[in-house]
């Protein structure tokens, strides 16, 4: 028989057949919902609603005025002084406090740590070479003076007088050995034999006699009666203690489970635990009321800064485009092209004509002081040479050439006719 469910089911999502049996009901069920919890929901939501939505409001206007703040002062803020810092500190900075330790270290202390550095090496090789040719010479010294003398005192003198110092030992110790043998050890062996040994096995046997005596004595006096005090006296009072023991204990754990443990168990069931699943129930609904007001009242928040800034767009942004583009625009490039260009290029025109005028004034002037020179002065010598980079002769006068053309002695056709002192101009 099938089981019917009294809860009502989830409907699926739409286009998915999954959570659909054969008879159309559905298999995923919603999780119960008590009436404490459907008449909380919709108070609290209310009353959440009501008092989160100021805050969202101020929230969503301090988060605009911040991204407002970010892009028009914080941003170029920070540009302008990492600029700053680019372009003025970090130079600045580099040269105060950098650049003179670097110049130290790479003009001043490396060359002279090089310098110290060669010195150290060209010293120690000395030293090394000096130490060497000491040492070859006390080696010499020691070859000569002293171990060759030596080696020969070894092999004439002490080697033949050890050989016979080993032979009188050898002698020697010949005779202690047998003297040792036939007058020390042949009585201490007859005195270990026949005296020694009886008198220390009967000792031996003594002892033993004793000890055999005191542990029956130890066995039969005091551990046979200890065991049985402890089987017959100690073994059955223990077992009474620890019968009572368990009697006062079971009684104790009676008292234990029924006077504390049943009453707080009893206190937990049916008073703790439905108190905490009101709280739990009336602590999540407060939470989800909190979620829910708070994106209700950022979709309000949204709305309302939406429509005060359509009312700042159509009041001032609007007119103010609208002025730009039909009054201020066309007004200026008017001016631009009716009024500036015409005068910058009436400007222009004058400044050129006016240029000229002064470019023909220095010629004429130039050319009357030539004809002037000439008159008093007369030519240049053939073959005079030409200063490199301008520099006149001592006289001070503009040098003339073979290849000038107002030297008579120029062929025609190689710098062109011949032209006035206008080309003769210092550079």
């Known amino acids: 028989m099938r089981r019917v469910s009294l809860v009502k089911a989830a409907p699926p999502a739409a286009g ?46 301090l988060a605009v005025c911040g991204r ?33 330790w670097w110049a130290l270290w790479r003009y001043v202390l490396a060359p002279a740590g090089r310098g110290l550095v060669w010195l150290a090496k060209a010293v120690g090789a000395g030293i090394a070479w000096a130490a060497t040719g000491t040492w070859a010479g006390l080696a010499w010294l020691g070859r000569t003076l002293v171990v060759a003398p030596l080696s020969l005192l070894y092999r004439y003198v002490l080697t033949p007088a050890g050989h016979g110092a080993l032979a009188l030992a050898r002698a020697v110790g010949a005779g202690l050995a047998w003297l040792g043998r036939n007058l020390v050890a042949a009585p201490a062996a007859l005195l270990y034999r026949y005296v020694l040994r009886p008198v220390g096995l009967g000792v031996v046997a003594v002892v033993l006699g004793v000890g055999a005596g005191l542990a029956w004595s130890w066995r ?26 368990r009697g006062v204990g079971a009684g104790l754990a009676w008292l234990w489970r029924y006077l504390v443990v049943e009453p707080c168990r009893f206190v937990h069931r049916w008073v703790l635990r439905p108190v905490g699943r009101g709280i739990a129930v009336v ?10 007001a708070w994106r209700v009242a950022g979709r309000i928040s949204r709305a309302v800064l939406r429509f005060f800034g359509w009312l700042l767009r159509v009041l001032f942004a609007d007119p103010a485009v609208w002025v730009w583009r039909h009054a201020v625009r066309p007004f200026g490039r008017g001016l631009r092209d009716g009024v500036w260009r015409p005068v910058a290029r009436a400007v222009r025109e004058a400044g050129r004509g006016v240029r000229a005028a002064l470019a023909s004034a220095r010629a004429s002037v130039r050319e009357t002081r030539a004809e002037l020179r000439r008159a008093l002065f007369g030519g240049p010598r053939v073959g005079s040479p030409v200063p490199k980079g301008g520099a006149l002769p001592g006289s001070g006068r503009v040098p003339w050439d073979a290849g000038s053309p107002h030297n008579s002695a120029t062929p025609p056709g190689v710098s062109g006719a011949k032209r006035d002192d206008a080309d003769f101009r210092t550079r």
Do not use: K, N, S
Request: charged share 15%; aromatic share 10%; glycine share 6%.
């Open 68 to 100: 407002a703040l970010r892009r028009t002062l914080w941003v170029p803020f920070a540009r302008a002084m990492g600029r700053v810092w680019r372009q003025a500190l970090a130079p600045v900075l580099y040269a105060l406090f950098v650049w003179p």
């Open 283 to 292: 602590a999540r609904e407060v939470a989800d009321a909190v979620g829910h």
């Open 220 to 245: 039969w006096l005091v551990v046979a009666p200890c065991a049985l005090l402890y089987r017959y006296v100690l073994t059955p009072l223990g077992h009474g203690a620890v019968a009572m023991v």
């Open 16 to 61: 998915t057949a999954e959570g659909t049996g054969a008879a159309g009901h559905y298999d995923v069920e919603a999780p119960f919902e008590g009436c404490l919890t459907r008449v909380i929901r919709v108070p609290v939501r209310i009353v959440t609603l009501v008092l989160i939505l100021p805050v969202r409001m101020v929230w969503d206007v």
